[in-house]
């Protein structure tokens, strides 16, 4: 069976260098040499970002376990990490819109590495410090980076359809080409080099340490609302108000969490899927596996986007049915395929089936990422970005924390099916959202005004008035 997996990498490989191989004209996007330079840039300093992020994430648990803490308090401290995430991280992350986009990243950065520091302690109090400093950084590093991103790339007077191109590169290198290599470069440190598992969170923190170099260096600060009037409650209520008052905006909200939280809980289950009966698989290579099929479907995103007649929630209604149905698999084989019930060995017939529809999976991940930062990035507030963002994560991150505490109260195919489930329902309100966003905007009146958008259409706001830089007001013509 070990030639599967081979088949199976070297098919997906050539697919995505046919992909970037044969694009075409209507493929690519004419862009000017300042866009490309400012686009390089955050290319460098989100892969330097990512590979401090994935150069921990396949040695936690490994860590843990060999200073001698078991299931349940390795458990405890994922939690914590996670709930962190939802308490602490939303509130730094909220801070980015008046504080600074540049200087919630440099945050991360710091707060990251000081994460990888505790990791070299036993002591269980100094790692549950470094697992809410984590959760404190994953926030900051889904939230703040894009803010700015954003901000930058319209306040520099680039094209918006552009935008979307840099979206696709960040997800094809950070979250595809930087992940395999990560993969590769932790295990020769802690298996090649034998230099232990703390190894590659003291490679992560040099990375994490170049990438706020460059950031320091080369980036321009940006805000949200740099007011002196709102106070944290404030900003939080108002996005509170943003989110309940705009359907476009709850939607996407939804959206992202429902597909976010079964991508989560798919990170816990594919193993136990995969081998059911102690089957001997090589976790690193379908890693690296799933990791180019995200590519593949970056890759396709990439495509997707460039084409300005084709709309974002058009094709990712598809892209939900298509990994509702991914996930439906390990139900379906339960019920057609008869299990052997041999212990170890090599990977299953059933398992080869569910390895090939957690591909189709991950692309569709691949495809979500560019086409989520999109929609965000044109239904989304400037002012409250990040607040917002981050709002977006809250359940996301309750939901991570319960299926954790139960992974093991239900069998393996229901939470599956919870999962499938969750993704159909996205489709249904990817439709609504689709549906919604080509009626015309209509004044009415709210509580929240309203962020100054390059974008081409006006964004449903509250009070219906523009922000100028000097805070003064001008009123919106409708």
Known sequence: MELFFYAVFGGLAAVVAALELSKSNKDRINTSSAFNS?????????????????LQGPYVYYLYSTY???????????????????????????????????????????????????KHSPQYKVLMLGRILGGIATSLLFSAFESWLVAEHFKRGFDQQWLSLT??????????????????????????????????????SC???????????????????????????????????????????????????????????????????????????????????????SMLGSSLASRLMARSALRVESYM???FAVSSAALMLPILTTFLVVPTGVKGGSISFTGCIQL??????????????????????QYIPEEARSTIMNFFRIPLNIFVCVVLYNVDAFPITVMFGMCSIFLLVACILQRRLMAISDKPIKAKPNNLSAARCDID??????????????????????
């Open 38 to 54: 400012f686009k390089n840039n955050y290319l460098l300093v989100y892969s330097l970002m990512m590979a401090g992020d994935w």
């Open 207 to 293: 990375f994490l340490a170049i990438g706020m170099a460059i950031i320091l260096s080369s980036w321009t600060e940006n805000f949200g609302d740099p007011s002196e009037s709102k106070d944290l409650l404030t900003q939080f209520r108002g996005a509170a108000v943003a989110i309940a008052s705009d359907e476009k905006i709850a939607l996407l909200g939804a959206i992202q969490s429902l597909f976010e939280g079964s991508m989560y809980t798919f990170v816990f289950l594919w193993t136990p899927a995969l081998s059911p009966n102690d089957e001997e698989i090589p976790h690193g290579f379908i890693f690296a596996t799933f990791m180019l099929a």
């Open 356 to 377: 090939l529809g957690f591909c189709a999976f991950e692309s569709c991940v691949g495809i979500f990422w560019p086409s989520i930062m999109k929609m965000r990035s």
């Open 317 to 319: 209604q598809i892209v």
């Open 457 to 478: 259409s006006y964004f449903e706001a509250t009070d219906w008035q523009l922000k100028d830089r000097d805070g003064e007001s001008e009123p919106l013509n409708i």
């Open 68 to 118: 001698g803490y078991g299931k349940g308090e390795i458990g405890q401290l994922f939690i914590a990490g996670f709930g962190s995430s939802m308490l602490f991280g939303t509130i730094v992350g909220s801070l980015a819109d008046k504080q600074g986009r540049k200087r919630a990243c440099v945050t991360y950065c710091i707060t990251y590495i000081l994460s990888c520091i505790t």
């Open 167 to 204: 979206f696709s590169k960040a997800i094809f290198l950070g979250n595809g080409l930087v992940a395999i290599l990560s993969g590769l470069f932790g295990n020769v440190l802690v298996d090649t080099l034998a230099l232990g598992p703390v190894a590659p969170f003291d490679a992560a």
